[in-house]
């Protein structure tokens, strides 16, 4: 299974997935500068990780080739609630895992057993993102 694709810094835009320090991050700004007498078009892109929330930069030619974390978005029924751990069975395969409790207190307080959850696979880690219904 592959975790990330290499794609051309120029191609990607703010809302993008990029890995930055082997993090996976969502681009919140994206910048080009032209390019000058000695120099190609410069990227300079501010992203936050999807995991742990941090705010990261980079600054990059445009040619230069970077990673993309591939997202895969799947459905899950919650089996049960443990400390702050979630118990998980896939939809699809029903594969049962845990997973760490949402930080988002909206989110949090809708969760019980036997709801429908949306949750990403990214990297081998797997987040909770939205209650489906």
């Known amino acids: ?3 990330s694709k290499p794609v051309n810094l120029g191609s990607l835009k703010t809302g993008s997935y990029i890995m930055i320090d082997d993090e996976a991050c969502r681009i919140v700004s994206y910048d ?3 390019p000058g007498k000695h120099g190609s078009a410069k990227a300079r892109v501010v992203a936050i990780g999807l995991y742990d929330g941090v705010k990261r930069s980079m600054v990059a030619p445009v040619s230069s080739m970077v990673h993309v974390p591939i997202v895969e978005k ?3 029924q919650v089996i049960a609630i443990i400390q702050d751990k979630i118990q998980v069975m896939d939809l699809e395969t029903f ?3 845990e997973s760490p409790m949402p930080d988002k207190p909206e989110l949090k307080e809708r969760i ?3 709801i429908e959850v949306e949750y990403w696979n990214v990297l081998g880690k797997r987040k909770i993102i939205r209650t489906k219904g």
């Open 95 to 97: 594969e049962v895992f």
């Open 74 to 76: 799947r459905g899950g």
């Open 1 to 3: 299974m592959k975790l």
């Open 112 to 114: 019980s057993s036997g």
């Open 32 to 34: 080009k500068s032209k």
